[in-house]
């Protein structure tokens, strides 16, 4: 969820008790939207998101199996107001390759598609 511009996570145990809430989110300036998580196998989650601070920019976190998130990684950023829609899509095989998916407006009306992997 986002809360101003902000992306936070929480955990709810089995047991039903509810965890502190963590901003996953950078920049707390930002615009945020388009966001997305996959599970592999392994119990590693990612998320994937879009953001405006203030370069349009496609971020991930990866939380591991232990529960440690880890920093956020640029994606994709551009440089310039022209943007992305915010139809980020996610995919994670069992093997842990991710590959992520979105469409960049080019400033004339026509929508770009972008993809990139990760090993």
Do not use: K
Not at 2 to 22: F, K
Not at 34 to 52: E, F, H, I, K, S
Not at 85 to 99: K, N
Not at 107 to 114: F, K
Request: glycine share 12%; proline share 4%; net charge neutral.
């Amino acid at each position: 969820m986002w809360i101003r511009e902000r992306l936070y996570t929480n955990t709810v145990s089995a047991g039903g008790s509810v965890g502190t809430p963590l901003m996953l989110s950078a920049n707390t300036g930002s615009i945020v939207n388009g966001q997305t998580l996959r599970r592999d196998p392994a119990g590693n989650v990612m998320v994937l998101w879009g953001t405006y601070e203030p370069s349009y920019r496609l971020v991930s976190r990866v939380r591991d199996a232990a529960g440690n998130w880890g920093a956020q990684g640029s994606v994709w950023t551009l440089a310039s107001n022209i943007g992305f829609d915010a139809d980020a899509m996610l995919a994670v095989a069992p093997d842990g390759t991710a590959a992520a998916a979105w469409h960049v407006n080019d400033g004339t009306g026509n929508s770009v598609p972008w993809i990139n992997l990760y090993r």
